[in-house]
């Protein structure tokens, strides 16, 4: 999908209170209410429901030790235990749970910890923070 990288990982401010400090365990990309999400790889869908914070989420295994979550879906079209392919959709972004419009948060995770996905995609233009996260883009 193509999108607004509106959100880095790392510490930030609240964007509700604006007052406290909170630890942001992937990145944000907006992009138009409704998009599709799909599978960057193969594996297996983990969860697919509501949880707080993320609103609907998908997370899914890629085996390995390596995990992806999707979160403030508008909704999702897979559920626990359904393989996927590469390209498959997964659901549509949205802004469900605490969000503060439409976008994707999206969400890498090796052996337990999270890592930056900024790393592993390709197609991340840093002039305007754009990101094509196509599935021949992720490598």
């Not at 879906?73 to 393989?83: D, I, P, R, S, T």
């Not at 900024?118 to 992720?138: E, H, K, Q």
Request: charged fraction near 20%; avoid cysteine.
């Amino acid at each position: 999908m193509k999108g607004y990288i509106t959100g880095g990982m790392g510490t930030r401010e609240d964007p509700f209170t604006r007052h406290s400090i909170e630890r942001h365990t992937g990145i944000d990309i907006a992009a138009p209410y409704g998009t599709r999400v799909f599978a960057p790889a193969d594996g297996t869908v983990l969860f697919a429901g509501t949880r707080a914070g993320y609103g609907n989420i998908v997370v899914v295994d890629h085996m390995f030790g390596v995990s992806t979550r999707y979160g403030h879906l508008w909704k999702f079209v897979v559920q626990a235990g359904q393989h996927i392919s590469r390209s498959d959709t997964i659901g549509y972004v949205g802004s469900t749970g605490r969000a503060t419009g439409p976008h994707l948060h999206f969400e890498l995770w090796v052996h337990d910890r999270s890592v930056d996905p900024l790393r592993y995609i390709a197609g991340v233009n840093w002039r305007d923070r754009t990101a094509l996260a196509s599935p021949a883009a992720v490598r």
